[in-house]
């Protein structure tokens, strides 16, 4: 367990190889847009594509509404449909954790 801090998806790559991360998270919801925040996520994940797989966990500081995440969620899926496979959850993804008093996702 450990934190490495980078704005480099190339830098980080690098320095994956050198460090034993098994998941890398990354804070999105600091765009201008859902879309935006999706192709971000992306943009980090292309380099846990080699040989030794990384999982991703994505932080969104309650930031967006439920509209919002589920829109993060399906351009995401629409700029890499494998995404999910290596994304574990996002964290705090909604401003009000709760829909119509109960829990939401």
């Known amino acids: 367990r450990g934190e490495y801090a980078t704005s480099s998806p ?3 790559s690098a320095a994956a190889k050198e460090i034993s991360f098994t998941s890398l998270k990354i804070k999105v919801a600091g765009h201008c847009s859902p879309k ?3 192709l971000s996520l992306v943009r980090w994940s292309e380099p846990l594509n080699g040989p030794r797989k990384l999982s991703l966990r994505a932080d969104a ?3 967006w509404d439920l509209a919002s995440a589920l829109e993060f969620v399906e351009e995401a899926k629409n700029a890499n449909s494998s995404i999910l ?3 574990e959850f996002v964290e705090e993804p909604l401003k009000k954790q709760a829909v ?3 829990w939401s996702i």
């Open 10 to 12: 190339a830098h980080f």
């Open 85 to 87: 496979s290596i994304l």
């Open 61 to 63: 500081n309650r930031a």
């Open 100 to 102: 119509d008093k109960k």
């Open 36 to 38: 935006d925040d999706a």
